[in-house]
């Protein structure tokens, strides 16, 4: 039982540049986040999915795009990046069958320079 | 939306003390609040969570208890341990309505002193 897989783990991008943050999970969990973790900070929501086929914004959404491409998985964009997009981030899941606990997952340290 | 404050930012204590970090939130319709544990480099992990129905709850060393009336939570950790250092968060959130999204506080380090 893998939980929360996250891809890659290590990103270096040139200012500009696009990528895809890839997150799945197992547990057959209906929610799904993105979130992201600045040096010596929280954790602030980027986007959530309360269910296959939805998707909202959350505290910090702005050069983001997310999809929620079936149950398992559900990927962050960045279309043009930006060194303030710096950043450690992380996907997580929860269901109503785990005592809605969101779990984590291990993190992607991403770096545009 | 919600907004949670965490203090302190920092707290250093004797292995042995117990150590105690304060949330407030503000969204009264808040009814569930977990406290994650971060050591460097890794994903947080639940250490403990308590529902608004409950006032307080234990897990051996940790405690958490919460006043709705005041809208703030607090973790204890007894008999403080080394391994007990690492940068400590609170959260909250509502998860009867559609969006569970945790919101979290801004985080606690705490280092236990062998």
């Known amino acids: 039982n893998a939980g929360v897989t996250q891809t890659p783990k290590f990103q270096v991008l040139k200012t500009g540049q696009s990528m895809t943050l890839q997150c799945a999970q197992d547990m057959n969990h209906n929610s799904m986040y993105w979130y992201r973790q600045d040096p010596g900070m929280g954790l602030r929501l980027i986007y959530y999915?309360?269910?296959?086929?939805?998707?909202d914004k959350g505290e910090v959404p702005n050069g983001y795009n997310v999809s929620r491409l079936n149950k398992r998985e559900f990927s962050l964009r960045l279309e043009s990046a930006a060194p303030s997009q710096t950043s450690v981030y992380f996907c997580?899941?929860?269901?109503?069958?785990?005592?809605?606990?969101?779990?984590f997952g291990e993190g992607s340290w991403l770096t545009v320079v | 939306g919600e907004n949670v404050e965490q203090h302190p930012s920092t707290l250093s204590v004797q292995e042995g003390d117990s150590a105690v970090i304060k949330c407030t939130y503000s969204d009264s319709a808040s009814n569930y609040f977990p406290w994650y544990k971060q050591e460097l480099g890794k994903r947080p992990q639940l250490i403990i969570d308590i529902r608004s129905n409950v006032g307080e709850k234990k897990d051996q060393r940790i405690a958490v208890t919460l006043n709705k009336t005041a809208k703030h939570f607090s973790l204890h950790i007894t008999e403080t341990q080394p391994e007990d250092s690492a940068v400590y968060f609170c959260?909250?959130?509502?998860?009867?309505?559609?969006?569970?999204?945790?919101?979290f506080g801004s985080g606690t380090r705490l280092q236990v002193q062998p």
């Open positions: 997580a899941s929860s269901g109503a069958d785990s005592g809605n606990t969101i779990y």
């Open positions: 999915s309360a269910s296959e086929g939805t998707t």
């Open positions: 959260a909250a959130s509502n998860f009867h309505t559609g969006r569970r999204a945790l919101t």
